[in-house]
Protein backbone atom coordinates (compact mmCIF):
# COMPACT_ATOMS: atom_id res chain seq x y z
CA UNK A 1 0.00 0.00 0.00
CA UNK A 2 1.16 3.61 -1.00
CA UNK A 3 0.05 6.75 -0.59
CA UNK A 4 -0.17 10.45 -1.51
CA UNK A 5 -1.05 13.80 0.12
CA UNK A 6 -2.66 16.31 -2.51
CA UNK A 7 -5.58 18.76 -3.15
CA UNK A 8 -8.29 17.41 -4.15
CA UNK A 9 -9.39 18.41 -8.12
CA UNK A 10 -12.98 18.99 -7.07
CA UNK A 11 -12.69 20.38 -3.56
CA UNK A 12 -9.37 22.15 -3.38
CA UNK A 13 -9.16 19.85 -0.23
CA UNK A 14 -6.21 18.23 1.08
CA UNK A 15 -6.59 14.64 1.10
CA UNK A 16 -4.71 11.19 1.83
CA UNK A 17 -4.85 8.97 -0.97
CA UNK A 18 -3.80 5.45 0.07
CA UNK A 19 -3.99 2.69 -3.30
CA UNK A 20 -2.41 -0.50 -4.57
CA UNK A 21 -3.33 -0.59 -7.93
CA UNK A 22 -7.05 0.63 -7.10
CA UNK A 23 -7.88 3.33 -4.46
CA UNK A 24 -7.64 1.79 -0.84
CA UNK A 25 -8.97 5.06 0.59
CA UNK A 26 -9.28 9.06 0.03
CA UNK A 27 -9.46 11.49 3.45
CA UNK A 28 -9.82 14.72 4.40
CA UNK A 29 -6.52 15.50 6.16
CA UNK A 30 -7.37 17.24 9.51
CA UNK A 31 -3.76 18.23 9.67
CA UNK A 32 -2.96 20.18 6.43
CA UNK A 33 0.74 20.26 5.75
CA UNK A 34 1.82 24.15 5.67
CA UNK A 35 4.03 23.72 2.38
CA UNK A 36 1.80 23.95 -0.97
CA UNK A 37 0.24 20.64 -2.30
CA UNK A 38 0.33 19.76 -5.71
CA UNK A 39 -3.53 18.80 -7.17
CA UNK A 40 -4.50 15.35 -7.60
CA UNK A 41 -6.89 14.07 -10.06
CA UNK A 42 -7.77 10.93 -11.71
CA UNK A 43 -5.27 10.47 -14.82
CA UNK A 44 -6.40 11.83 -18.26
CA UNK A 45 -8.17 9.58 -20.85
CA UNK A 46 -8.06 9.83 -24.13
CA UNK A 47 -10.27 8.13 -26.92
CA UNK A 48 -8.81 9.62 -29.76
CA UNK A 49 -5.50 9.67 -30.17
CA UNK A 50 -4.21 8.67 -33.76
CA UNK A 51 -0.41 8.84 -32.87
CA UNK A 52 1.84 11.12 -30.73
CA UNK A 53 5.53 12.30 -30.43
CA UNK A 54 6.23 10.79 -34.23
CA UNK A 55 4.91 7.89 -34.10
CA UNK A 56 1.76 6.49 -36.13
CA UNK A 57 -0.89 4.32 -35.03
CA UNK A 58 -2.17 3.99 -38.57
CA UNK A 59 0.60 2.25 -40.17
CA UNK A 60 1.47 -1.29 -39.91
CA UNK A 61 4.72 -0.59 -40.14
CA UNK A 62 4.94 1.33 -36.90
CA UNK A 63 6.81 -1.34 -34.21
CA UNK A 64 5.77 -2.45 -30.92
CA UNK A 65 9.04 -0.27 -29.63
CA UNK A 66 8.03 2.95 -31.28
CA UNK A 67 4.44 2.58 -29.40
CA UNK A 68 5.83 2.42 -26.57
CA UNK A 69 7.63 5.33 -26.92
CA UNK A 70 4.86 6.87 -27.78
CA UNK A 71 3.19 5.60 -24.65
CA UNK A 72 6.06 6.92 -22.42
CA UNK A 73 5.53 10.51 -24.28
CA UNK A 74 1.76 10.32 -23.14
CA UNK A 75 2.77 9.32 -19.48
CA UNK A 76 4.81 12.45 -19.08
CA UNK A 77 1.96 14.42 -19.59
CA UNK A 78 -0.29 12.93 -17.47
CA UNK A 79 -2.31 10.33 -19.40
CA UNK A 80 -3.12 7.19 -18.02
CA UNK A 81 -5.13 5.75 -20.67
CA UNK A 82 -5.83 6.10 -24.18
CA UNK A 83 -7.32 4.60 -27.04
CA UNK A 84 -4.76 4.52 -30.04
CA UNK A 85 -6.96 5.70 -33.23
CA UNK A 86 -7.17 4.47 -36.37
CA UNK A 87 -8.74 6.56 -39.68
CA UNK A 88 -10.16 5.29 -43.19
CA UNK A 89 -8.01 3.04 -45.01
CA UNK A 90 -7.78 -0.34 -46.54
CA UNK A 91 -8.55 -3.92 -44.83
CA UNK A 92 -5.57 -4.69 -45.02
CA UNK A 93 -3.79 -1.69 -43.61
CA UNK A 94 -6.33 -1.33 -40.77
CA UNK A 95 -6.16 -5.09 -39.83
CA UNK A 96 -2.24 -4.22 -40.07
CA UNK A 97 -2.21 -1.59 -38.09
CA UNK A 98 -4.77 -3.52 -35.45
CA UNK A 99 -2.74 -6.43 -35.06
CA UNK A 100 0.39 -4.23 -34.17
CA UNK A 101 -1.33 -2.48 -31.53
CA UNK A 102 -2.86 -5.85 -29.53
CA UNK A 103 0.53 -6.74 -29.58
CA UNK A 104 2.33 -3.98 -28.34
CA UNK A 105 -0.86 -4.30 -25.62
CA UNK A 106 0.17 -7.60 -24.82
CA UNK A 107 4.32 -7.08 -24.64
CA UNK A 108 4.38 -3.71 -23.19
CA UNK A 109 4.75 -3.17 -19.60
CA UNK A 110 2.45 -0.32 -19.52
CA UNK A 111 0.74 -1.51 -22.38
CA UNK A 112 -2.69 -1.55 -20.78
CA UNK A 113 -2.37 2.05 -20.94
CA UNK A 114 -3.94 1.38 -24.32
CA UNK A 115 -7.75 0.53 -22.75
CA UNK A 116 -9.47 0.32 -26.19
CA UNK A 117 -9.04 0.99 -29.86
CA UNK A 118 -10.79 3.30 -31.54
CA UNK A 119 -11.75 2.76 -35.16
CA UNK A 120 -12.80 5.89 -36.78
CA UNK A 121 -13.94 5.36 -40.25
CA UNK A 122 -14.04 3.71 -43.31
CA UNK A 123 -17.86 3.39 -42.69
CA UNK A 124 -18.10 7.70 -42.77
CA UNK A 125 -18.94 10.26 -45.35
CA UNK A 126 -16.94 9.96 -48.85
CA UNK A 127 -18.39 14.09 -49.13
CA UNK A 128 -15.71 16.60 -49.01
CA UNK A 129 -15.84 18.55 -45.61
CA UNK A 130 -17.56 15.51 -43.47
CA UNK A 131 -14.93 13.05 -44.68
CA UNK A 132 -12.13 15.48 -43.38
CA UNK A 133 -8.46 14.64 -43.99
CA UNK A 134 -9.81 10.77 -44.53
CA UNK A 135 -8.96 9.52 -48.12
CA UNK A 136 -11.98 9.57 -50.27
CA UNK A 137 -11.59 6.03 -51.80
CA UNK A 138 -11.13 4.33 -48.73
CA UNK A 139 -15.02 5.51 -47.67
CA UNK A 140 -17.25 3.10 -47.23
CA UNK A 141 -20.35 1.23 -46.49
CA UNK A 142 -20.36 -0.51 -43.28
CA UNK A 143 -19.20 -4.24 -43.58
CA UNK A 144 -20.32 -6.76 -40.67
CA UNK A 145 -17.92 -9.17 -41.87
CA UNK A 146 -14.72 -6.89 -42.28
CA UNK A 147 -15.66 -5.37 -38.51
CA UNK A 148 -15.42 -9.19 -37.22
CA UNK A 149 -11.87 -10.09 -38.81
CA UNK A 150 -10.90 -6.43 -37.44
CA UNK A 151 -11.72 -7.49 -33.72
CA UNK A 152 -10.08 -10.20 -34.48
CA UNK A 153 -7.09 -8.77 -35.26
CA UNK A 154 -7.12 -6.18 -32.50
CA UNK A 155 -7.72 -9.26 -30.32
CA UNK A 156 -11.08 -8.06 -28.79
CA UNK A 157 -9.41 -4.31 -28.03
CA UNK A 158 -11.61 -2.44 -30.65
CA UNK A 159 -14.17 -0.72 -27.71
CA UNK A 160 -14.99 2.55 -30.68
CA UNK A 161 -16.32 2.99 -33.58
CA UNK A 162 -17.45 5.71 -35.54
CA UNK A 163 -18.95 5.87 -38.27
CA UNK A 164 -21.60 8.12 -40.49
CA UNK A 165 -25.53 6.71 -40.81
CA UNK A 166 -25.77 8.01 -44.32
CA UNK A 167 -25.18 5.14 -45.60
CA UNK A 168 -27.57 2.59 -45.94
CA UNK A 169 -27.84 -0.75 -43.76
CA UNK A 170 -26.01 1.64 -40.75
CA UNK A 171 -28.94 0.71 -38.48
CA UNK A 172 -28.76 -2.77 -38.65
CA UNK A 173 -24.97 -2.70 -38.24
CA UNK A 174 -25.09 -0.62 -35.13
CA UNK A 175 -26.92 -2.95 -33.41
CA UNK A 176 -24.98 -5.81 -33.95
CA UNK A 177 -21.76 -3.92 -33.07
CA UNK A 178 -23.11 -2.46 -29.75
CA UNK A 179 -24.55 -5.49 -29.10
CA UNK A 180 -20.90 -6.95 -28.47
CA UNK A 181 -20.26 -4.01 -25.97
CA UNK A 182 -18.59 -2.23 -28.52
CA UNK A 183 -19.64 1.63 -28.41
CA UNK A 184 -20.22 3.55 -31.92
CA UNK A 185 -20.20 7.32 -31.93
CA UNK A 186 -21.79 9.12 -35.37
CA UNK A 187 -18.82 11.46 -37.07
CA UNK A 188 -17.52 12.29 -40.34
CA UNK A 189 -21.26 12.88 -41.36
CA UNK A 190 -23.91 14.40 -43.03
CA UNK A 191 -26.65 12.27 -42.10
CA UNK A 192 -30.10 14.01 -41.90
CA UNK A 193 -32.45 14.21 -38.92
CA UNK A 194 -34.16 10.47 -39.88
CA UNK A 195 -30.74 8.57 -40.30
CA UNK A 196 -29.29 10.21 -36.87
CA UNK A 197 -32.44 9.45 -34.78
CA UNK A 198 -32.28 5.76 -36.71
CA UNK A 199 -28.88 5.52 -35.57
CA UNK A 200 -29.40 6.47 -31.80
CA UNK A 201 -32.06 3.95 -31.82
CA UNK A 202 -30.22 1.38 -32.62
CA UNK A 203 -27.72 1.95 -30.27
CA UNK A 204 -24.93 5.15 -30.60
CA UNK A 205 -24.36 6.91 -27.75
CA UNK A 206 -21.82 9.30 -28.99
CA UNK A 207 -20.32 11.92 -31.31
CA UNK A 208 -17.37 11.75 -32.36
CA UNK A 209 -15.66 15.30 -33.11
CA UNK A 210 -18.72 17.08 -32.76
CA UNK A 211 -18.37 20.87 -34.44
CA UNK A 212 -15.73 19.22 -37.32
CA UNK A 213 -15.63 16.63 -39.74
CA UNK A 214 -18.49 18.90 -41.52
CA UNK A 215 -19.15 20.86 -44.28
CA UNK A 216 -17.77 24.62 -44.59
CA UNK A 217 -21.01 25.82 -45.41
CA UNK A 218 -24.48 24.27 -43.83
CA UNK A 219 -28.45 24.63 -44.14
CA UNK A 220 -29.37 27.07 -41.10
CA UNK A 221 -31.67 24.63 -40.00
CA UNK A 222 -32.48 22.01 -39.65
CA UNK A 223 -28.32 20.19 -39.95
CA UNK A 224 -26.28 17.35 -38.41
CA UNK A 225 -24.77 19.73 -35.71
CA UNK A 226 -27.79 20.84 -34.37
CA UNK A 227 -29.59 17.54 -34.75
CA UNK A 228 -26.66 15.88 -32.43
CA UNK A 229 -26.39 18.43 -30.45
CA UNK A 230 -30.15 18.08 -28.84
CA UNK A 231 -30.31 15.05 -28.33
CA UNK A 232 -29.64 13.53 -24.83
CA UNK A 233 -29.14 10.32 -25.72
CA UNK A 234 -25.79 11.75 -27.40
CA UNK A 235 -22.34 11.87 -25.34
CA UNK A 236 -20.30 14.66 -27.63
CA UNK A 237 -16.68 14.33 -27.67
CA UNK A 238 -14.76 18.19 -28.55
CA UNK A 239 -11.17 18.87 -30.12
CA UNK A 240 -9.99 21.57 -27.54
CA UNK A 241 -6.73 22.73 -28.95
CA UNK A 242 -8.66 26.40 -29.69
CA UNK A 243 -8.48 25.70 -33.87
CA UNK A 244 -10.58 23.37 -34.03
CA UNK A 245 -13.53 24.52 -32.74
CA UNK A 246 -13.46 28.58 -31.88
CA UNK A 247 -14.84 29.35 -28.12
CA UNK A 248 -18.21 30.55 -28.94
CA UNK A 249 -18.86 27.50 -30.22
CA UNK A 250 -17.69 25.30 -27.31
CA UNK A 251 -19.40 27.24 -24.72
CA UNK A 252 -22.85 26.89 -26.92
CA UNK A 253 -22.43 23.32 -27.24
CA UNK A 254 -20.98 22.59 -23.73
CA UNK A 255 -23.87 24.47 -22.46
CA UNK A 256 -26.62 22.69 -25.09
CA UNK A 257 -24.91 19.20 -24.23
CA UNK A 258 -24.46 19.79 -20.42
CA UNK A 259 -21.36 18.96 -18.88
CA UNK A 260 -21.64 15.60 -17.78
CA UNK A 261 -22.34 14.78 -21.59
CA UNK A 262 -19.07 16.43 -22.70
CA UNK A 263 -15.91 14.73 -23.75
CA UNK A 264 -12.58 15.99 -23.94
CA UNK A 265 -10.31 14.40 -26.59
CA UNK A 266 -6.63 15.33 -28.12
CA UNK A 267 -7.97 13.85 -31.71
CA UNK A 268 -4.17 14.26 -31.97
CA UNK A 269 -2.07 13.01 -35.19
CA UNK A 270 2.58 11.93 -35.41
CA UNK A 271 3.44 15.07 -35.43
CA UNK A 272 2.39 16.58 -32.50
CA UNK A 273 5.02 16.80 -29.66
CA UNK A 274 7.57 17.36 -32.69
CA UNK A 275 9.48 19.97 -34.61
CA UNK A 276 7.08 22.10 -37.37
CA UNK A 277 7.97 20.50 -40.77
CA UNK A 278 5.74 17.94 -43.69
CA UNK A 279 5.41 14.71 -42.05
CA UNK A 280 3.32 11.79 -44.29
CA UNK A 281 0.30 10.21 -42.41
CA UNK A 282 -1.11 7.16 -44.96
CA UNK A 283 -1.47 8.56 -48.40
CA UNK A 284 -1.61 12.57 -46.78
CA UNK A 285 1.20 15.15 -46.66
CA UNK A 286 0.61 17.26 -43.89
CA UNK A 287 2.34 20.28 -42.14
CA UNK A 288 3.02 21.28 -38.95
CA UNK A 289 2.85 24.84 -38.35
CA UNK A 290 4.77 26.82 -36.15
CA UNK A 291 4.88 26.59 -33.00
CA UNK A 292 3.35 23.58 -33.47
CA UNK A 293 -0.41 23.23 -32.83
CA UNK A 294 -1.85 22.67 -36.29
CA UNK A 295 -1.55 20.41 -38.70
CA UNK A 296 -2.95 20.81 -41.90
CA UNK A 297 -3.13 18.66 -45.24
CA UNK A 298 -0.11 20.17 -47.32
CA UNK A 299 -0.38 23.04 -49.16
CA UNK A 300 -4.48 23.37 -47.87
CA UNK A 301 -6.56 25.15 -45.14
CA UNK A 302 -8.10 21.25 -43.95
CA UNK A 303 -7.16 20.47 -40.92
CA UNK A 304 -5.59 16.92 -40.92
CA UNK A 305 -6.41 16.02 -36.60
CA UNK A 306 -4.95 17.87 -34.52
CA UNK A 307 -1.58 18.48 -32.26
CA UNK A 308 -3.65 18.74 -29.31
CA UNK A 309 -2.34 17.57 -25.29
CA UNK A 310 -4.55 16.11 -22.88
CA UNK A 311 -3.14 18.47 -19.85
CA UNK A 312 -3.30 21.71 -22.46
CA UNK A 313 -6.63 20.54 -23.62
CA UNK A 314 -7.96 20.48 -20.01
CA UNK A 315 -5.85 24.26 -19.60
CA UNK A 316 -7.57 25.49 -22.66
CA UNK A 317 -11.33 24.09 -21.47
CA UNK A 318 -10.71 26.70 -18.06
CA UNK A 319 -9.07 28.99 -20.33
CA UNK A 320 -11.42 29.42 -23.41
CA UNK A 321 -14.65 28.40 -22.10
CA UNK A 322 -14.30 29.27 -18.39
CA UNK A 323 -14.81 25.88 -16.56
CA UNK A 324 -13.63 25.21 -13.60
CA UNK A 325 -10.88 22.93 -12.56
CA UNK A 326 -13.36 20.27 -11.79
CA UNK A 327 -15.62 20.82 -14.90
CA UNK A 328 -12.58 20.50 -16.94
CA UNK A 329 -10.98 17.50 -15.67
CA UNK A 330 -13.75 15.65 -15.44
CA UNK A 331 -14.32 15.85 -19.20
CA UNK A 332 -11.14 14.35 -19.37
CA UNK A 333 -11.26 11.81 -17.03
CA UNK A 334 -14.83 10.43 -15.74
CA UNK A 335 -16.88 11.73 -18.51
CA UNK A 336 -14.26 9.61 -21.57
CA UNK A 337 -14.40 6.86 -19.56
CA UNK A 338 -18.18 7.29 -19.30
CA UNK A 339 -18.67 7.34 -23.13
CA UNK A 340 -15.78 5.16 -23.62
CA UNK A 341 -16.90 2.31 -21.44
CA UNK A 342 -13.49 2.48 -19.23
CA UNK A 343 -13.71 -0.52 -16.38
CA UNK A 344 -12.78 0.79 -13.15
CA UNK A 345 -12.67 4.85 -14.02
CA UNK A 346 -15.96 6.18 -14.14
CA UNK A 347 -16.21 7.18 -10.35
CA UNK A 348 -13.77 9.54 -9.95
CA UNK A 349 -10.96 9.68 -7.10
CA UNK A 350 -13.47 6.82 -5.58
CA UNK A 351 -12.48 4.17 -2.80
CA UNK A 352 -11.93 0.83 -5.74
CA UNK A 353 -11.06 2.49 -8.82
CA UNK A 354 -7.72 2.23 -10.11
CA UNK A 355 -5.35 3.77 -8.73
CA UNK A 356 -4.58 6.22 -12.02
CA UNK A 357 -3.51 9.06 -10.47
CA UNK A 358 -2.12 12.53 -11.66
CA UNK A 359 -0.44 15.01 -9.56
CA UNK A 360 0.15 18.55 -10.65
CA UNK A 361 0.47 22.05 -10.01
CA UNK A 362 -1.81 24.72 -12.18
CA UNK A 363 -0.90 28.15 -12.83
CA UNK A 364 -3.72 30.04 -11.26
CA UNK A 365 -3.62 33.07 -13.59
CA UNK A 366 -2.91 30.77 -16.69
CA UNK A 367 -4.32 27.97 -15.85
CA UNK A 368 -1.37 26.10 -17.29
CA UNK A 369 -0.51 22.62 -15.86
CA UNK A 370 2.81 20.96 -14.71
CA UNK A 371 2.49 17.65 -14.24
CA UNK A 372 4.31 16.38 -10.90
CA UNK A 373 3.86 12.25 -11.34
CA UNK A 374 2.08 9.84 -12.42
CA UNK A 375 0.47 7.16 -11.30
CA UNK A 376 -1.03 4.01 -13.55
CA UNK A 377 -2.98 1.22 -12.35
CA UNK A 378 -0.75 1.83 -8.75
CA UNK A 379 2.77 2.56 -10.76
CA UNK A 380 4.34 5.45 -10.93
CA UNK A 381 5.05 5.76 -14.92
CA UNK A 382 6.57 9.47 -14.50
CA UNK A 383 7.82 11.87 -11.42
CA UNK A 384 9.30 15.39 -12.21
ZN1 LIG B 1 -12.00 12.60 -37.33
Same mark, same amino acid.
Given at each position: MEKCFARHYATGEAVEIRYSSVIEGVDSLIHPPSQPLPFVAPGWID &?? &?? $??AGVDYNTPKTTVEQIGQSLDAQARLGVARLFPTLITNSYEEIAGSLRVLAEAREKL??? %? @? @?DGFHVEGPYISPEDGPR $? %????????RPDWDEFQRWQDAAQGHIKLMTVSPEWEGTTAFIERVVRTGVVIAIGHTKADSAQIDDAVRAGATMSTHLGNGAHQQITRHPNYIFDQLADDRLAASFIVDGIHLGAAFLKVALRAKGIERSVLI?? %?? @??? $????GFYRLGEVEVELHPPGDRVTVRNHW?? %?GAALRMDHGVSNLMELVGLSLRDAVTMGTVNAARAGRVAGRQRGLAVGERADLVLFEMDPDTKSIAIRRNIVGGSTLFES
Open positions: &IQ &IN $GFPHG %A @M @M $G %AHPQRWCRTD %AV @MPA $GCEPRL %A
